[in-house]
């Protein structure tokens, strides 16, 4: 491997400071060993933070890969409330999951929850934007305090539609999001300006972006996010030296030119 190394930004113009390219667990295979060896290799070239979730299938794999690595990392970790059997926001609930991440991530604090409110009716956003204002108080006292506590630094919503991503950033005790951003999915642009930070999920569109690229067309689409200034991470499952590097070279160093980042989008 080369010497270069990924730069780190910051959620919020405080912190807490993450790499601008961090791993996303969903995807991470192999042995513990080869999962582990995966992360001290990310680690060594400055990829610290990582994306993960329960729910995710690999999750078991991550934790003891973490664990065998005995590398210190930072945390973006997806939860939900309410689920999908209610619209009722548990204040308990996801401070219960909280702990548990930081007991079994190893950790005294999250970099940020991805937040994510279900509802029974995926497609009824009235319904989940009634829900939302009619849970303010309770949802923004909740965050709060566990800001406050020190268990989380940040709170990132994930918005299902602009309009209720708009909604519910009214409520969070702090202005980010952590959701989609890449060259075919850019509903999220026009959120940009009024955040803090945005941590970009699947900046390759999901393999979309992929098929029938050039490597410099696929270097410009990993890079586009973090042209933004707003921009703090992008979340890249990657599981081979060769994507690793790639990756690297493409959005290791990328430095915020919001020029290049609205020719992208006009292009």
């Known amino acids: 491997m080369t010497s270069s190394q990924v730069g780190r930004r910051t959620i919020g113009p405080v912190g807490p400071s993450i790499s601008q390219i961090s791993y996303g667990t969903m995807r991470l295979r192999g042995t ?3 999962a582990a ?5 990310l680690a060594e070239r400055g ?3 990582h994306h993960s979730s329960a729910e995710y299938d690999s999750h078991g794999l991550y934790l003891a890969a973490l664990k065998a690595a005995r590398i210190r990392a930072e945390h973006i970790v997806k939860l939900s409330s309410p689920s999908f059997d209610t619209d009722r926001f548990d204040c308990s609930n996801i401070k219960r999951a909280v702990h548990e991440e930081l007991s079994t991530l190893g950790t005294d604090r999250l970099a940020s929850v991805q937040w994510l409110f279900r509802t029974p009716d995926a497609q009824d956003l009235s319904g989940r934007q009634a829900a939302l204002a009619d849970q303010t108080e309770a949802i ?3 965050f709060a305090e566990m800001i406050l506590t020190g268990d989380i630094a940040d709170v990132s919503v994930f918005g299902y539609h602009p309009d209720f991503a708009k909604a519910a950033l009214d409520v969070l005790p702090t202005s980010t999001m952590c959701d989609y951003l890449n060259l075919s999915e850019t509903q ?3 959120l940009l300006d009024r955040l803090d930070s945005f941590l970009a999920i699947r900046p390759l569109a999901g393999g979309g972006l992929i098929e029938g690229r050039s490597p410099e067309e696929l270097a410009h689409a990993l890079r586009w996010p973090l042209l933004h200034p707003k921009v703090s991470t992008i979340i890249l499952s990657v599981n081979s030296p060769a994507h690793v590097e790639a990756a690297i070279a493409a959005a290791g ?3 915020p030119d919001r ?3 609205n020719q992208g989008i006009e292009a």
């Not at 060896?37 to 290799?41: A, F, G, K, R, S």
Request: hydrophobic share 45%; aromatic share 4%.
């Open 32 to 34: 513990t060993a080869e």
């Open 37 to 41: 060896q995966l992360l001290h290799d």
């Open 47 to 49: 990829i610290t933070t």
């Open 140 to 142: 923004q006292a909740c």
């Open 188 to 190: 999220n642009v026009p």
């Open 253 to 255: 160093s990328v430095m």
């Open 259 to 261: 020029d290049l980042f």
